[in-house]
């Protein structure tokens, strides 16, 4: 394996988490109608094992590249959502055994499917929160580093550059798309715990099921919060790469005049960098910020 690869055990991500996803997915695979009763869990677990499994596949061609890559995947917070996300699949599955320990491997039976479906509703709702989350950090974040590789590359051409940047703008939006609808699922989470702390007690439970199931629409929330948050951290190391400049060893002769950086009408949409500007022979130069009316 090239040394310079990124393998999940290199970023922090533990054998078991990844043993675990694994399992789950297999376990829903193999339990006929859970597809019904559990939706989209599947599809999510395969949406994190694809991009874990193409990060090994990045080709790095230096160790100060590589470092920048693992240290990126590391802020994003990769590691951590997949850790979690397996420990949550390892007791996800135990309780699916459980809880349908009266079917067999072709169906449902009733008392199963109430208990999965109705009875056990938001701690799935729960499972399922937490796996997109962790779906969206693990494939912006993999997604991010893919392009930051090919960017960081010398052999890369003007032509490429321009492409991996516009790769990483809608890279970008996509981002702040899914940011925009995780705060609509909090506000979601927000009113159904409400709606649940104003239903009257079951006397049969003295509302215990009504709290446990409060108690699961505050983990949602939590785990919503998180993810804005690892999500953030990847649109702030997206967005310098795409609207940046870096200007480099730029020389004025022979009585020239030159603007070497950006009008002031793009402050604060471009990031810039500007090194080695240097004139001779009576030339000027204005180096960084310009206003539109300069007087020479």
Same mark, same amino acid.
Not at 137 to 156: D, G, H, N, P, Y
Not at 256 to 265: D, F, I, K, R, T
């Given at each position: 394996?090239? $040394?310079?690869?990124?393998?999940?055990?290199?970023?922090?991500?533990?054998?078991?988490?990844?043993?675990?996803?694994?399992?789950?997915?297999?376990?829903?695979?193999?339990?006929?109608?859970?597809?019904?009763?559990?939706p989209d869990v599947a599809s999510t677990l395969a949406n994190i094992e694809r991009p874990l499994a193409a990060?090994?596949?990045?080709?790095?061609? @230096?160790?100060?590249?590589?470092?920048?890559?693992?240290?990126?995947?590391?802020?994003?917070? #990769?590691?951590?959502?997949?850790?979690?996300?397996? @420990?949550?699949?390892?007791?996800?599955?135990?309780?699916?055994? %459980?809880?349908?320990? =009266?079917?067999?491997?072709? %169906?449902?039976?009733?008392?199963?499917?109430?208990?999965?479906?109705?009875?056990?509703?938001?701690?799935?709702?729960?499972?399922?929160?937490?796996?997109?989350?962790?779906?969206?950090?693990?494939?912006?974040?993999?997604?991010?580093?893919?392009?930051?590789?090919?960017?960081?590359?010398? %052999?890369?051409?003007?032509?490429?550059?321009?492409? #991996?940047?516009?790769?990483?703008?809608?890279?970008?939006?996509?981002?702040?798309? =899914?940011?925009?609808?995780?705060?609509?699922?909090?506000?979601?989470?927000?009113?159904?715990?409400?709606?649940?702390?104003?239903? $009257?007690?079951?006397?049969e439970d003295d509302g215990a099921q009504r709290n446990l199931a409060i108690k699961e629409v505050e983990e949602?929330?939590?785990?919503?919060?998180?993810?804005?948050?690892?999500?953030?951290?990847?649109?702030?190391? #997206?967005? $310098?790469?795409?609207?940046?400049? @870096?200007?480099?060893?730029? #020389?004025?002769?022979?009585?020239?005049?030159?603007?070497?950086?950006? $009008?002031?009408?793009?402050?604060?949409?471009?990031?810039?960098?500007?090194?080695?500007?240097?004139?001779?022979?009576?030339?000027?130069?204005?180096?960084?910020?310009?206003?539109? @009316?300069?007087?020479?």
């Amino acid at each position: 394996m090239d $040394p310079f690869s990124i393998t999940a055990g290199a970023i922090g991500i533990t054998g078991f988490a990844t043993t675990s996803i694994v399992q789950l997915h297999s376990l829903i695979d193999n339990l006929s109608e859970a597809q019904n009763v559990v939706p989209d869990v599947a599809s999510t677990l395969a949406n994190i094992e694809r991009p874990l499994a193409a990060l090994e596949q990045v080709v790095i061609s @230096d160790e100060s590249t590589s470092v920048a890559a693992k240290e990126d995947l590391r802020k994003a917070g #990769v590691a951590e959502a997949v850790n979690k996300c397996g @420990d949550a699949c390892s007791e996800f599955g135990k309780s699916l055994t %459980k809880w349908t320990k =009266h079917s067999s491997a072709t %169906k449902l039976s009733l008392r199963d499917r109430l208990s999965v479906g109705v009875w056990n509703r938001e701690k799935i709702r729960t499972l399922r929160t937490q796996l997109q989350s962790c779906e969206a950090t693990v494939q912006f974040a993999v997604t991010s580093t893919q392009l930051m590789v090919q960017l960081r590359s010398e %052999k890369i051409s003007e032509a490429n550059r321009e492409n #991996v940047k516009r790769q990483l703008q809608t890279l970008e939006t996509k981002i702040q798309e =899914h940011l925009d609808f995780t705060i609509r699922q909090q506000e979601e989470a927000k009113t159904r715990k409400q709606e649940l702390q104003e239903e $009257p007690e079951d006397e049969e439970d003295d509302g215990a099921q009504r709290n446990l199931a409060i108690k699961e629409v505050e983990e949602q929330s939590r785990l919503l919060e998180a993810n804005q948050v690892s999500c953030g951290v990847v649109f702030s190391q #997206v967005r $310098p790469k795409w609207s940046g400049q @870096d200007i480099s060893d730029i #020389v004025t002769s022979d009585n020239s005049q030159a603007l070497v950086g950006m $009008p002031e009408s793009v402050v604060g949409k471009i990031n810039q960098l500007i090194r080695g500007v240097k004139t001779e022979g009576g030339s000027r130069a204005i180096v960084g910020v310009y206003s539109g @009316d300069i007087r020479w």
